[in-house]
């Protein structure tokens, strides 16, 4: 199997890290290498990273912090590429990323910022192979989330907010056209859900 860059995407509790994981056994079982395997995440471990994280933790409204939120997240993405994406690409690695730039447009997107200055703040970045977009609706997510270890829910994880923004992951292709964007059902089973990527990653080697 080749390298290549592939992001999961979705609402908070459509069970991102999980599949990762499962998708990431399913390479190891099909003879790939664990040192050819990078998972990742963003926000990342980055200063960028912890702003963010202290400001999805505040009590403050929805539309606040849009701006901040918007660069944070821009300032992330561009150290994760160069520090941890691009290099394991270079270096001939299958990269799986929890969340992109998809999830910038959702939520600050809601937050009232245009969805094309958020897509053209984008432009030139590094494109995923593909993009598997996790669905679920708003209830199930809010269940999961609820259901956790976590315990405490973050500022995007109202269900009103979660309505909107699953209508907005469903809808991605329209601001990233011609980019590979699949939607999968991710009220199924957890190794359905991480099969049906792996499937999709061995017949793109």
Do not use: W
């Amino acid at each position: 199997m080749a390298s290549g860059f592939f992001v999961i995407e979705g609402l908070d509790g459509a069970g991102k890290t999980s599949v990762i994981a499962e998708v990431k056994k399913l390479l190891l079982r099909g003879g790939f290498p664990a040192s050819k395997i990078v998972v990742t995440a963003e926000p990342t471990d980055s200063a960028f990273g912890h702003r963010i994280r202290h400001l999805l933790s505040s009590k403050k409204g929805i539309k606040s912090n849009a701006a901040e939120f918007l660069e944070l997240y821009v300032l992330d993405r561009r150290h994760h590429l160069k520090s941890v994406i691009l290099p394991a690409l270079f270096d001939g690695k299958i990269v799986l990323c929890d969340r992109y730039k998809y999830s910038t447009l959702v939520y600050q997107s809601l937050q009232g910022i245009d969805p094309e200055k958020i897509a053209r703040m984008h432009a030139g970045m590094l494109k995923p192979d593909a993009v598997f977009v996790l669905d679920i609706d708003e209830g199930t997510a809010l269940e999961r989330i609820s259901s956790s270890k976590r315990g405490k829910t973050e500022l995007f994880e109202k269900k009103v907010f979660l309505k909107k923004a699953r209508k907005k992951f469903l809808s991605m292709e329209k601001f990233f056209p011609g980019e590979k964007i699949i939607v999968v059902d991710a009220s199924r089973p957890l190794g359905e859900v991480a099969q049906k990527i792996f499937s999709f990653l061995e017949k793109s080697a």
